[in-house]
């Protein structure tokens, strides 16, 4: 019995090294670690707009911190972050480090960030510059000066973020912080 444990570790042991070795992305193991991504949607151009999961994101039209148009449909064909924010939330700010690392990770993979400063709720507008400043946040900053935006996205709890795929269809919808490996599982399922 000592003999057939001692040649099945021994087995396991080799099938491991080369599933994690030779085989690599196509192993086991590795497929193991993946998140599963969300099923690709026929005719997503056909479903409901929406705030809910499986609905089609509301499309906004705004300004960026430069002046330029931002409209959320410029993004389509795209994975996209949707963030709404303020700079006097502490939960926004914890965020903001492990999206502008995971920006930085899959921006050449398509990946897009709009993090929408809820402007109306800041004290002053050189609030937003100087905290993107000091934070180096290179990621679109959308400004949100009327509430337009978060009206339309029902916007009570910060952060709030969607999470949207290249379709434009909202996949997880998360209400308060997000951690890194969340943020960073979700982006990896969209599609």
């Not at 700010?93 to 995971?102: I, N, S």
């Amino acid at each position: 019995m000592k003999k057939f444990l001692l040649v099945a570790g021994i087995i396991i042991l080799c099938l491991f090294i080369i599933d994690k070795t030779i085989l690599k992305e196509k192993g086991i193991v590795n497929n193991l670690e993946q998140p599963k991504k969300y099923e690709k949607i026929e005719n997503a151009d056909q479903l409901p707009v929406g705030l809910e999961e499986g609905n089609r994101a509301p499309d906004f039209e705004l300004l960026d911190l430069e002046g330029n148009t931002v409209k959320l449909s410029d993004y389509k064909g795209k994975t996209i972050l949707l963030n709404f924010w303020a700079t006097w939330c502490p939960p926004c700010k914890a965020e903001m480090p492990y999206m502008e690392k995971l920006y930085n990770k899959y921006k050449n993979e398509g990946f897009e960030i709009l993090a929408v400063n809820v402007t109306t709720s800041e004290k002053s507008r050189t609030n937003v510059d100087e905290f993107v400043k000091n934070n180096e946040l290179t990621f679109t900053i959308p400004l949100d000066e009327i509430g337009s935006a978060s009206n339309d996205y029902n916007i009570r709890v910060y952060p709030t973020s969607f999470f949207i795929d290249s379709d434009g269809v909202i996949r997880k919808k998360v209400l308060g912080a997000v951690n890194e490996e969340v943020m960073e599982h979700e982006i990896k399922r969209l599609p």
